[in-house]
């Protein structure tokens, strides 16, 4: 299966809440360390006191735990019926059914962690608000500038090094059909980086708007901060959906077109990489 499991990205929630998603050799490590990583990260962002650093630190101690204990072996139970679907005559409809499974783990993450960091934010002053609020719009102005020193050719070939790589890793040595149906695929890909900064825009003015709320009403602070931290879809444009979906499709339509061509050498390198995956979680949950 070629699901990007193995993104080996920190990811971040609201003023920040981590859990590594399965890595390589370093992940035990980097799993039992997220304090430190996440505390790295934020300095990047706002300057906490010790008693917010503590109170984060115990926020993601807590939620790794969690994590370990309940969604971890769920992970567990996904590779594996990755890999079982894998090697069987597997459609769209199995692929796409494995994407809202994916979905769920995120947003469970997020429920988890909503209460605590809502809590957090609440003790942030003034001066750290707009601290946060101005890094994060210095970072969305990087971003930009970034992908507009770019040109769409430019883009476009960065993409498709990066997905040959991808699947250079999961099955080996590719084929020149194989790599030819990436490169047509990599060319219907919508270019979708305009629209996600407008939603990551959208998303800061209304944690901007959610910090004046705390001055004035707390429940209208917190029902602001819910929505920021764990509902995604409501600042994701009509637009942007139907473009990440036709994405999504193209995206599978390819996963399906290169299991037919799969050798059984390629079929043992994924299967392998599959075991390599399920031996990672084994670790995690029992460190």
Known sequence: MLIKINTKKIIHAMVVISFLLLASCSTSFAYNNL????SFWVDDYIDLNSSQ???L??????????HRQV???KYKQDLFKLQKTFNSEFNISDLTQQVT???LHWSNLLIQVKAPLIELAKTLSTKQQQELVTNIQANLADELKQYQEQTTQQLSEERLKEQLSYYKDWLGKLTKQQTQLITVANEQYINTFVLWQRYKQNRLNALQQAFSYELRNVEQFEQQMSIII???EYFISEELAAKNQANLMAH???LVSLNSTLSDK??????KHFAELIETVDDLIAD
Do not use: G, Y
């Not at 304090?35 to 996440?38: A, E, K, N, T």
């Not at 390629?266 to 299967?271: D, G, L």
């Open 71 to 73: 969604e971890l072996p």
């Open 101 to 103: 499974v994916a979905k």
């Open 53 to 55: 650093a503590k109170q």
């Open 230 to 232: 764990t509902d995604r």
């Open 252 to 254: 599978v339509n390819l």
């Open 266 to 271: 390629q079929r043992r390198h994924v299967n």
């Open 57 to 66: 630190k115990i926020i993601i101690k807590q939620t790794r735990n969690w």
């Open 35 to 38: 304090p430190w990583l996440s």
